[in-house]
């Protein structure tokens, strides 16, 4: 994490390691990166690695990882030589639809700042692992994928507040469909817009259906990043 000016936040070290051996208790290693430098699915690459080479050295096995099959630098590379030109405008016109979606008109107990911050405030809460294990099995009764059911679940929630029909949210993706991002750790995610239309009453059956539509549909344009693409649209983020 990082606090302060913005110019702070970009200070090194981007990434630190700190590992934890307090007498009669397991040792604990901590890892704290900038975002940067790496996304949800790099974590889980890192944890799996990190994890193989204790267990290695442990069993005193030799240690077999994947080789890197490319760096950040290349995926960047690679990101702006692919997307440019007819393929780019292909892209946007998948999402043209939603170049007249209204934003969220979420009530506040005070205007929004006209200049934005770098301080910021997160509020999040952890569902149990019975909870998750309900939800895939809900899921897997309608046909969807869990990513479906917990979108139509926040535009429900989301309409009820704003009294909106026309919800648009943002469902984050992995972005590592092509063969050399399997493993890769560095900045490759993104999010997808999902729009649901609740104006007519839909059962939650049709919204998880609709959602999950959306969603395969979307993964054939996930390499877009979400900033080229609100730009390109003109969104109103909430």
Do not use: Y
């Not at 996930?222 to 609100?230: D, F, G, S, Y």
Request: with cysteine.
């Amino acid at each position: 994490g990082g606090g302060g000016g913005g110019g702070r936040m970009l200070e090194p070290p981007l990434f630190r390691a700190i590992v934890s051996a307090p007498p009669g208790n397991p040792i604990e290693l901590f890892l704290v990166t900038h975002a940067i430098l790496c996304d949800g699915p790099s974590m889980a690459t890192l944890r799996h690695e990190l994890l193989s080479i204790c267990l290695a050295h442990a069993q005193g096995q030799p240690l077999e990882l994947p080789p890197v099959r490319t760096q950040p630098a290349d995926h960047a590379r690679e990101q702006r030589r692919r997307l440019q030109g007819p393929r780019i405008e292909r892209l946007v016109e998948r999402w043209r639809h939603l170049e007249l979606a209204p934003g969220l008109a979420l009530h506040t107990d005070r205007p929004r700042a006209p200049k934005r911050l770098p301080s910021v405030a997160r509020c999040g809460w952890l569902l149990s692992a019975d909870r998750v294990a309900r939800a895939g099995e809900v899921a897997g009764a309608l046909g969807v994928s869990i990513a479906a059911l917990w979108a139509v679940a926040a535009s429900i929630v989301l309409s009820r507040f704003t009294r909106q029909s026309q919800i648009v949210i943002g469902v984050e993706v992995s972005n590592r469909a092509r063969p050399e991002l399997q493993g890769f750790v560095g900045v490759a995610a993104g999010a997808v817009p999902v729009s649901l239309e609740l104006g007519a009453d839909p059962g939650f059956r049709e919204l998880a259906v609709r959602a999950d539509a959306e969603l395969r549909a979307a993964a054939a344009a996930e390499e877009l990043p979400h900033e080229k693409l609100a730009q390109e649209l003109r969104l109103q983020r909430s």
